[in-house]
């Protein structure tokens, strides 16, 4: 029989963490037999069939009813003060056989990138002990490869990275393309933490960005991933040209996982001139022209995406935005295939927000695109529950906000930053409402 009793549990605030690995959390759920969790009028249950309609009806809730979930949720499961810091590194840059149309890092785009040899081990650990120096207790290393293949010598260089970057207590990701289920296990036992590899967009929408690789192909590097105990970082980017219902068709697929990933990056596209998706004019957001279209709406939208001196080759779509509007550049958008959409904080907060309420114990990180919020921007997506962020002036080939600057942030919003290792709360006692947790009383208990 399900649950009948419901237990408030009340300890330290935020002193005792489940384990950070979603496998590991739900054995321990099931046995302390975690139903749900509800705080101020809100339940959450950790679920893995979650249908689309049912996302869809929580995307489009009115914001603020949308972000008062979120939050809520967030506090159920995590100190919404700590946000994560963490740092990237591209290990190979650039020369890319792949063709996904937003990179920077293509062989087949002309961009502002050179194609670098792989740095050294020691150059790598140099950079992860000036990140842990500044806070970040996340280190990443990215290749721009599609697969790991069979470059055996690299992968022994990688494989020392990820054994001093452990030494050095950080979390270690790394996302180096298409991998084996052998490759997976030898950077488990050199002491990987996690392995990012992005599904980027909906199964529809896939083919569009990428054509030499499947959505597939994506998952079955995933499966590999976790088959070798390696936790697992996935998720997307917004302003791929995509459509509402690609971005909860990405979440979608997610959410029904067998196991939610412990880490989910939520990136705005960096528009890079050369590349497909930069050359695109820009129209405004997705949800604003989907409503400024309406019959009844006489809207006049104006192009983003140019390029701005100061950035070179990168166009920073909230400058270029307060560009034209000086400029007074403005066009009826006529809804052609040759603009997309352009990502606004209001969709990134959306975005966050679902996938939030959707995998509460799961890390959901304002990624790539920060260049292009202001800090009360960035607020909202920390209300609508993103607990990490990178840190560091290049993301890997493009800029982002510089060290001080988050720092002041983090000073002006309260936040400090998340311990290295430290899973979702086992539960939290809030100041001012307690978090109820509905156990679920089997048959021979209550008899
Ligand atoms: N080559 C590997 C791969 O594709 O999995 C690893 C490196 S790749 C650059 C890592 C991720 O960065 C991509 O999967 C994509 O989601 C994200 N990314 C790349 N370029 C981006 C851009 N211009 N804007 C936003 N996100 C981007
Ligand atoms: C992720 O989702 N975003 C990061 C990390 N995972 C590897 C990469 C962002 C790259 C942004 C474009 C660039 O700097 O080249
Ligand atoms: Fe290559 Fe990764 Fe860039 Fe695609 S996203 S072109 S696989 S580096």
Known sequence: MEHESSIKVHVDKYSLRLPNNDRDRTFLAQQTEEHSRSMSGVVSVVRHDWTREEISTIY??????????????????????????????????????????????????????????????????????RAKDAGSTRFCMGAAWRELGNKTNAFTHILDMVRGVNEMGLEVCATLGMLTLDQAKALKEAGLTSYNHNLDTSPEHYPKVITTRTFQDRLDTLANVREAGLSVCCGGILGLGEKEMDRIGLLHVLATLPEHPESVPINALVSVQGTPLGNKKKRNSLSSVEEANTPSNNVTITPCGKSLPSEENISIHAASR??????????????????????????????????????????????????????????????????????????????????????????????????????????????????????????????
């Not at 990179?103 to 002309?110: D, F, L």
């Not at 002036?393 to 982002?400: A, G, Q, R």
Request: charged share 20%.
């Open 60 to 129: 489009h809730l009115p914001l603020y009813d949308l972000l008062y979930r979120a939050a809520t949720v967030h506090r159920m499961y995590w100190n919404p003060s700590e946000v994560q810091q963490c740092t990237l590194i591209s290990i190979k840059t650039g020369g890319c056989t792949e063709d996904c149309s937003y990179c920077s890092q293509s062989s087949r785009y002309k961009t502002h990138v050179k194609p670098t040899p792989t740095l050294k081990v020691q150059q790598v650990l140099e950079a992860a002990q």
């Open 322 to 447: 307060v560009k034209e509007e000086k400029e007074g550049v403005a066009v009826e958008y006529d809804g052609d295939d040759e603009s997309i959409a352009q990502v606004d904080a209001f969709d990134m907060a959306r975005m966050i927000a679902t996938a939030r309420i959707l995998m509460p114990r799961t890390m959901v990180r304002l990624s790539a695109g920060r260049m292009s919020f202001s800090h009360a921007e960035q607020f909202m997506m920390f209300q609508a529950g993103a607990n990490s962020i990178f840190s560091g002036d290049t993301l890997l080939t493009t800029p982002n906000p510089q060290v001080d600057e988050d720092r002041i942030l983090f000073q002006k919003l309260g936040l400090v930053g998340k311990p290295a290792h430290q899973g979702p709360l086992i539960a939290p006692a809030e100041v001012d409402g307690m978090v109820h947790i509905t156990r679920v009383v089997h048959e021979s208990f209550t008899q």
